[in-house]
């Protein structure tokens, strides 16, 4: 609550913390990976320098050390999202695996031909080719609800398309494309209401709200740990209990078996059925710190922070008669445009030139580029670490693009 109270009367001064953003440059690409704090970078140094080991294997006590450090991460993980265990938590290499996790493992067990999965025209690829895949090996089908005009999934219109036939609907909590948030109690009640499993890609929702899915009803809820200023190659699946008990393994090898023979292979309860091989040990210790440095800033002094970031690019970009927005006035964290003429890689390569660091392209969101009736965006996402003069060097920097394009 201290940091709200200091929130409420100045913006966040956190800067200092982040060694690899240097001095006047403007890091606006946090949607697609956030720069790491100090202490995260710090954790993960310490743990290979001083107290490194495998986990769940050694007898040895630095071993034992480290597991409890593993698993440390995963209740406190399981803190962080309101799960009712920490054996609901599944450590995954990101959102990306957890969705194909599920994808094999629930739907390849749990579907048929003629069952239905409902997605949404602003998913990213991870939460449209998982499904994708699925559909060409079981016979399942696939329906996507549109948009409202202001770029939120439009749940009434949803809503309208859910049937006893619909299993899953698969939804990301905030568009990292439109930054626009869903109404994930709304999107759960739907889905039970027909019987279907709700899961929601929290990439983006993370790392700037709070999140608790005992709250929101949910029933799977991926992200990853780069976007939560955490390290690359980890993160997150979380399922209500009932449910990873009831799925069957997707990958086979060390750590996920209880005995093997060559006749029959017997396996460990949930996670470990989940977790084969040796896992990313490190990745957990700086999701943990990282975890742990959100927690002190806390959810809603961030999202307080940008949400005044969001709201002052579009004033300013808004301003400019070349420049299109894309997506609510109220985004989270994120404001995707458009330069009239001009491609988005183009702007990004001024833009950087300028010193100013954005996303160009179709952000693996290409259904929703072609709905949006543009090849691509540029993509201007911010971070704890961005303050008003990174708006201002943005502003600039497109300025300048409308000045050189004519």
């Known amino acids: 609550m201290a940091s709200l109270a200091i929130s409420q009367t100045r913006p966040l001064d956190l800067l ?9 440059w403007a890091y606006l690409d946090t949607a697609a990976t956030a720069q790491k704090p100090r202490p995260v970078i ?61 994808a094999e493992s629930w739907g390849g067990s749990q579907l048929k031909p003629g069952d ?3 997605l949404s025209t602003l998913e990213h690829h991870s939460n449209i080719v998982p499904w994708q895949l699925l559909r060409d090996r079981s016979g399942v089908e696939i329906d996507v609800a549109p948009l409202t005009a202001d770029g939120r999934i439009d749940l009434d219109a949803a809503e309208g398309m859910l049937t006893p036939a619909h299993k899953l609907v698969a939804f990301a909590h905030v568009s990292n494309v ?98 084969a091989g040796t896992p990313h040990i490190v990745g957990a210790l700086g999701l943990h710190a990282a975890i742990d440095y959100v927690e002190a800033i806390g959810p809603d002094a961030i999202h307080a922070h940008e949400t005044a970031l969001v709201r002052a690019t579009r004033e300013r970009l808004g301003a400019i008669n070349s420049v299109r927005l894309f997506g609510p006035e109220d985004s989270a964290g994120i404001v995707s445009f458009a330069v009239e003429g001009v491609h988005p890689h183009d702007i990004g390569t001024i833009l950087d030139e300028e010193r100013v660091a954005i996303r160009a392209g179709h952000h693996c969101a290409q259904p929703l580029m072609d709905a949006l009736g543009v090849p691509a965006t540029a993509r201007a996402s911010f971070g704890v670490y961005n303050s008003a003069a990174d708006v201002d060097a943005l502003a600039r920097g497109i300025e300048r693009v409308t000045r050189i394009f004519g």
């Open 178 to 275: 439109l930054g626009s948030v869903l109404d994930a109690n709304r999107a759960a009640a739907m889905a039970h209401r027909v019987g279907a499993k709700l899961l929601l890609d929290g990439c983006q929702a993370v790392p700037r709200m709070t999140v608790d899915v005992a709250e929101i009803g949910c029933d799977f809820y991926v992200f990853s740990a780069h976007k939560l200023y955490g390290p690359t190659g980890f993160g997150v699946l979380w399922a209500r209990g009932e449910i990873l008990d009831a799925m069957p393994p997707w990958q086979g090898g060390g750590a996920m078996i209880d005995r093997v023979t060559f006749d029959r292979t017997t396996y460990m309860p949930a996670p470990a059925r989940f977790e």
């Open 42 to 102: 710090d954790a993960i140094a310490r743990a290979y320098d001083t107290s490194y080991a495998t986990v769940h294997r050694g007898v040895y006590q630095r071993s034992a050390d480290m597991t409890l450090a593993y698993e440390a991460a995963r209740k406190r993980v399981a803190r962080f999202i309101g799960a009712e265990s920490p054996d609901e938590i599944v450590f995954v290499r990101g959102a990306t695996e957890g969705i194909n996790l599920v």
């Open 116 to 118: 239905r999965i409902l």
């Open 16 to 24: 200092a913390d982040f060694p690899a953003i240097p001095s006047g």
